[in-house]
């Protein structure tokens, strides 16, 4: 089973992923959050240095542009290409209002002959290998066949599927009904993702989907970083290895130059995800959350760690139906 780690934007950025990597090498692969390149295909500074593959040594990583503009893909693709990436992946799944209305993310998936004409343009002219990353649907996920016949016709090095309509968000039941469809006689590797947060859900993917080799892991890895080497049959997370973990997240990010007060804010970003491993914590997590300085904040997670109950088995459920 080849498991990947899904992108994440605010959360698995170029220093979470080398720590990640260093902790936890069980993940075969990366995506990186999506970049938004522009009409000619520029893109941040910032978002350029997190791709640099010295940001990323030892990890392995795929890109992902967000762009319903075949020129702007292009030229993004080139550029990542000149970087020496072999591959790119299309994210045409983000739920963002800003993002949809602007037929970005999942709004690509609302015009299938759009949709098309896009992939004919990157696929006559790419110059690396091109997977795409794709919701079921954009009102429903009854649109999902019609947008596989598209898919259908391009050689993708990969179909990730986020087994959801553009309206079930994070939150709706995966359809793995619909997702079904992709698997059948798939011209290329087909990828589940979508709520696998434990080895018993993997187990119970694995029933339904015997051919199926391929499930990217989101919100479960944040929550638990242990859970590809768990889903891999490795030993369970470890309250000191966590702790190890999170110190090493902060140290990198203050070393990156980091101020402070963003170091905590992205920590904290973490913390919503991790801090489902510590039931019923809420008063250690309350400190945590209103820290407003480095010291306060190192003294909450130290309470947290001594203090709080801990559960490696234990399963992200934030913002679920
Ligand atoms: C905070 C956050 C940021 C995300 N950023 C991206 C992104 O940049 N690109 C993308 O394709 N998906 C993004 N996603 C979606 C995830 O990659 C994944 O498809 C989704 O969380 C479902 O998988 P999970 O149930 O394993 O978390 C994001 C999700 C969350 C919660």
Not at 40 to 46: A, E, I, Q
Request: net charge neutral; charged share 25%.
């Amino acid at each position: 089973m080849l498991l990947s780690f899904a992108p994440m934007e605010g959360v698995t950025n170029a220093e979470y992923r080398r720590v990640h990597r260093r902790f936890f090498p069980e993940a075969d692969r990366y995506y990186a959050p999506f970049i938004a390149p522009d009409a000619g295909g520029r893109f941040k500074r910032s978002h350029l240095n997190a791709l640099l593959p010295e940001a990323n040594e030892g990890v392995t990583l795929v890109p992902q542009i967000l762009a319903n503009n075949a020129e702007a893909f292009l030229g993004a693709a080139e550029t990542l290409a000149e970087l020496g990436y072999t591959e790119v992946n299309l994210n045409a799944g983000c739920p963002s209002g800003t993002v949809v209305s602007k037929h970005k993310g999942a709004g690509m998936l609302g015009d299938a002959a759009e949709l098309d004409a896009f992939l004919k343009e990157v696929f006559r002219r790419t110059p690396v290998a091109v997977s795409v990353k794709t919701r079921l649907g954009l009102h429903s996920t009854a649109d999902f066949p019609t947008l596989l016949a598209v898919y259908r016709r391009y050689p993708l090095s990969e179909l990730i599927v986020h087994a959801r309509d553009r309206e079930g968000m994070y939150q709706s039941k995966p359809d793995r009904a619909a997702f079904a469809a992709a698997l059948e006689d798939a011209p290329w590797p087909v990828c589940y993702n979508g709520n696998v947060f434990t080895a018993g859900d993997l187990a119970s993917l694995r029933r339904d989907f015997p051919a199926l080799d391929r499930v990217m892991l989101g919100r479960g890895a944040v929550t638990n970083p242990a859970l590809f080497r768990v889903l891999s049959g490795g030993e369970p997370l470890r309250r000191e290895e966590l702790r190890a973990f999170h110190d090493a997240l902060l140290d990198e990010a203050l070393q990156g130059g980091l101020p402070p007060v963003y170091a905590l804010a992205r920590m904290k970003e973490i913390w919503y995800y991790m801090i489902w491993l510590f039931p019923d914590s809420a008063k250690l997590c309350k400190a945590l959350n209103k820290s407003r300085d480095l010291s306060a904040y190192r003294d909450a997670v130290s309470a947290l760690f001594a203090q709080a109950a801990f559960d490696p088995a234990a399963r992200f459920q934030g913002s679920l139906a």
